[in-house]
């Protein structure tokens, strides 16, 4: 058996209808706790994150806004430029209904675990050189000790597999495809990239990912609406068949949900989950670190950056279902590559390079003061030039992997490190929301 398929089956273990149910149940949980504080703040999450009247205080590395735009690179990444592809071949276009659906709720989830890492009465103190995130507010629940250091494990591992393998994978496969780059150039590039960011500290870290987020914004935006606008008599059909296949079953038996419609929710979900971060509670370590005291107004900008970016992954997954090419075969960044083509041909390559480069980077940036946060809360603080040399190994390696094995492992750090952090906010929730009415 080889390693690909020891993964797939871990794989399909970890995200069984158990796993499905759970993160729909939390998503509801925190939506209705909070009384729908999606819609019910939607104009204000807006107005406090582009005109903030009071910024507050921060004590930290970076200031709120530098942790909203960090966030925001995060979460745009190739999750939704290679990741969402992958969620509509294996799921069919149904999976981006649940995107879509699952994006909502997540964003109660995304302002729960702010919140938690910015108020007092869940992160009152530093521990182990972090501000704040779940590794503090954790050690509020049941065997919190215990689930803090196994949560700041599995974070450090996932910012190594996912905010950095998997980056550097996506970006050499579109390189390759597109331009014919070597994989061993590409990797060599990204290596002395990162270097550079990590060695910088970080307020380095944190003025390139304000750097990058405007320009992928603007080039995705752009490029894709030329896309829609180009197969605009199909949109309307891509959004019937999206509903369509997105509640539809192939079998019934005792009472369960065909493996169809369990495929397509499942699919949803993981593109969702790595293409926006809610609930894994990466943005909760941003926000900790800026050591803001403004929680709800944090948590609000936090949930601000899963709506844009669940907006991106949506727009994704409609070029590829209206330009027809979901059924090409091809898969991950390639299959967005085709959807461009059909508009821009061979120069569609290059764009959509381009927002992979640039979404992979925006990631790697942001992903080395998290997965750098997790080290320290592990290491108490230690040993901070062996973690820049294994980060730069890391990028270096992950260009070099097959995608699969790549993707796969994500998938399962993730389930660990989600539900772990999930246990946590649905734990403290009825806290949250007391304090919210006091």
């Known amino acids: 058996m080889s390693l690909n398929d020891i993964v797939n089956q871990l794989n399909d273990l970890v995200w069984g209808w158990p796993s499905i149910i759970f993160v729909i149940a939390v998503s509801a949980l925190c939506t209705l706790a909070f009384r729908v504080i999606q819609v019910r703040t939607f104009v204000r999450m ?62 109660a989830v995304r302002f729960a675990e702010v919140y938690l890492s910015l108020s007092k009465s869940f992160s009152s103190k530093q521990t182990n050189s972090v501000l704040g995130g779940p590794m503090i507010y954790l050690q509020q629940v049941i065997g919190g000790r215990y689930l803090a ?4 494990l599995t974070c450090f591992i996932f910012g190594l597999v996912g905010g950095n393998a998997a980056q550097a994978n996506s970006i050499s496969l579109s390189f390759v495809t597109a331009w014919g780059l070597p994989t061993i150039v590409s990797a060599l590039l990204l290596t002395i990239f990162v270097a550079y960011i990590l060695f910088g500290g970080a307020v380095r870290i944190a003025r390139v990912s304000a750097m990058i987020v405007p320009v992928k914004v603007v080039v995705f935006f752009a490029a894709a609406g030329a896309v829609l606008i180009y197969h605009a008599g199909a949109i309307v059909g891509a959004l019937e068949l999206i509903v369509a296949s997105g509640l539809s079953s192939q079998a019934l038996a005792g009472g369960v949900i065909g493996f169809s419609l369990q495929q397509a929710l499942r699919s949803g979900i993981l593109g969702i989950t790595f293409a926006t971060e809610a609930g894994l509670g990466t943005s909760a370590i941003l926000f900790g670190c800026s050591g803001g005291d403004k929680p709800f107004q944090s948590g609000l900008m936090a949930m601000l950056s899963t709506f844009i970016s669940t907006c991106v992954c949506f727009i994704v997954a409609l070029c590829i279902v209206a330009s027809g090419v979901w059924q090409s075969g091809a898969t991950s960044t390639a299959l967005t590559i085709a959807a461009f083509d059909t508009v821009f041909g061979s120069f569609g390559g290059w764009i959509v390079s381009f927002l992979s480069a640039s979404f992979g980077i925006g990631v790697l940036v942001t992903y080395a003061y998290i997965t750098r946060a997790a080290w320290l809360y592990l290491t108490n603080g230690r040993y901070q030039f062996a973690f820049v040399v294994m980060y730069c190994v890391v990028a270096f390696l992950g260009a070099l992997v097959k995608v699969d094995v790549v993707w796969n492992s994500v998938n399962v750090i993730m389930a660990v490190m989600l539900f772990i952090n999930l246990f946590g906010i649905a734990y403290l929730t009825p806290r949250i929301a007391r304090e919210l009415r006091e």
């Not at 999976?95 to 994006?103: E, F, Q, S, T, V």
């Not at 250091?149 to 700041?152: D, S, T």
């Open 46 to 107: 807006w107005k406090d994150t582009l005109f903030p009247k009071d910024a507050g205080k921060h004590t930290g590395d970076i200031s709120p806004m530098q942790a909203f735009l960090s966030t925001l690179s995060s979460s745009l990444g190739n999750g939704a430029i290679a990741g969402v592809a992958v969620a509509i071949a294996t799921g069919g276009p149904g999976a981006a209904l649940w995107m879509l659906i699952l994006g909502i709720g997540l964003m």
């Open 149 to 152: 250091y196994v949560y700041g």
